[in-house]
């Protein structure tokens, strides 16, 4: 099945956009999340979101980044994966709850918050709320262009 593209991605139209948005992923490295959690959100959100161009080069990231196979196909099902611990975990229900939010009358719970504040100091909370932000972002903008896996790559 060869999918096409509407248009060219926003942020390729846009290269400011592009820019703001490469600026707004560095803004949250090395703030205390460790780059292993930070490509586990980014596939889960997308896998949430339906993103298929982010679910194909978030598992790649993660492949080349040195995570285990197990760890990358599990993602989805992280609850009931033994591969993850508690500050991964954390982070996982933090990205579905951002990523969900109409989903519950309170978007995120004191008890999700309160477990990834045990994990995180308030920079690495912050980094990892804007990265959240950040892949919705990149998912809503392929999404709605219907941007082709393969076409961004590793």
């Not at 490469?22 to 090395?30: G, N, T």
Request: aromatic share 6%; hydrophobic share 50%; glycine share 4%.
């Amino acid at each position: 099945m060869n999918i096409q593209a509407r248009m060219n991605n926003p942020a390729v139209v846009l290269p400011e956009t592009m820019k703001a948005l490469w600026a707004l992923k560095s803004s949250v490295e090395h703030k205390g999340v460790p780059e292993s959690t930070l490509i586990l959100i980014e596939l889960r959100a997308s896998q949430i979101n339906g993103c298929g161009v982010c679910v194909d080069m978030h598992a790649k990231m993660g492949k080349k980044a040195g995570q285990s196979d197990e760890r990358l196909f599990a993602v989805a099902a992280w609850r009931e994966a033994p591969y993850f611990d508690a500050a991964e975990r954390a982070a996982l229900a933090l990205t579905e709850a951002l990523t969900r939010i109409s989903d519950r009358p309170e978007s995120v719970s004191d008890e999700i918050w309160d477990e990834a504040a045990r994990h995180y100091d308030e920079a690495a909370l912050a980094a990892l709320v804007v990265a959240i932000a950040n892949i919705n972002v990149w998912n809503r903008l392929n999404v709605a262009v219907r941007q082709p896996v393969g076409s961004w790559k590793v």
